[in-house]
């Protein structure tokens, strides 16, 4: 009976997709791509042939080669991103380029870069050609 209890509670707790959708970007993509790893769709279903996964919420993460992984998400993504990039431009490890988009420092060769698309609520990252 409890067990019942806590499951209905949960069912009808919201799920804010702006968390998930950022979480599975900063594991899949931007941990991996600040390592010089390959970003990853492990466990997930893909959609089609095109690269596209299934994320928990309804999200899809998009994975190029080496060099691009994305994640669709809701407009509460933009949020994130916004938040994340303040922290990042704190520490140095970013700044904001002229197109507002974000561009890793010197910590990382080559650098990687972090966009916003906010008309299809997306994030990208992508490791870029630039050198410090």
């Known amino acids: 009976m409890i ?46 042939g095109d690269g596209r996964f299934a994320l928990p919420g309804g999200d899809v993460l998009i994975l190029g080669d080496f060099e691009a992984c994305a994640v669709e998400n809701g407009p509460e993504i933009a949020g994130a991103f916004e938040t994340w990039l303040e922290r990042e431009i704190a520490a140095g490890r970013f700044l904001r ?26 994030v990208i990252a992508e490791e870029t050609d630039l050198e410090s």
């Open 3 to 48: 067990k019942a209890r806590v499951f209905l509670v949960a069912a009808f707790l919201p799920l804010p997709l702006s968390a998930g959708g950022w979480a599975a970007f900063e594991e899949r993509c931007l941990l991996p791509y600040s390592q010089i790893f390959a970003p990853h769709a492990d466990g997930l279903q893909a959609l089609d």
């Open 97 to 122: 380029d002229e197109d507002g988009s974000a561009l890793s420092t010197t910590w990382r060769e080559p650098r990687m870069r972090v966009t916003l698309m906010p008309e299809t609520n997306t």
